[in-house]
């Protein structure tokens, strides 16, 4: 369910609801005008979503605009718009805008050479996380389409974008993390260009290792890209104890990451 709560301290009120199945969720998505309800769950053996929206002023006249689409799709509420990212005849996704009923009236940011996984917009500008040859890249673009500039990042870093709530943010947030510093959040404004960094997790003491990338060439011919990494007290011509973990599922690779484990 989706309860509305109003300050005044009056009883909380159910707004919407929706069938509960195993696997299946709700989220609530919204902006300074409406409110969305996406409903992901399990019909004929693959993952769907239905898309519900109401007007902030009318939150219990719900209508639904879009049914049964499959995944990946991610709706976007912003300016009192519905836009989304869609993969459909689009395997690395692009960034397109829906009318009031839920149909495709126009492709914004059309599909790029590397897979857009996040979407942010503030303002007139949206920017896309997007991975280029295992390398996070965040591009702005305006709504009318038009690519603007790259913001900055460092190479082989986990990026990772946070979403905002204000139709007219003046900056941007998002998370940066690799296989040697812990996670942090850096501002980005988009007016400027200029990126601080805001927060940053410290940890009691940091071990020197070194990275290495290299290739292996599969039975089938394909190379398939790895990193070694380990402790600038090891040395490559001795043995050394190895945790190895491996994924290639789905088109989504694994970017680097912290972790204490490792």
Known sequence: TIRLHRFEG????????????GGSRLILAADARLLGAIHVYRAASEDVLDLWIAEQSEPNEWRRVVTRHPLPFAPILKLGRIFALVYENAPN???????LNGIEIRTIIPEQNGMIFQAV?????????SLDRMSSVLRKWNLSGECLDTISIPEDRTIRLLP???????????????????LAIFEHAIATGVTRLWHRRTIPSALKCSIHKTRYRSTDGIEIPITLLRSESCTATQPSA???TGYGGFGVPVTPQFSVDR
């Open 121 to 129: 917009i503030a303002g007139d500008t949206v920017v896309i996380n």
């Open 10 to 21: 009056t009883e909380d009120q159910v707004c919407f609801r929706a069938t509960r199945t």
């Open 93 to 99: 996704g692009k960034l397109v805008e829906l009318d």
């Open 164 to 182: 905002n709530s204000s139709d007219s943010p003046d900056t941007i947030f998002y998370t940066c993390e690799s296989f040697t510093e812990p």
């Open 242 to 244: 190895t945790l190895m």
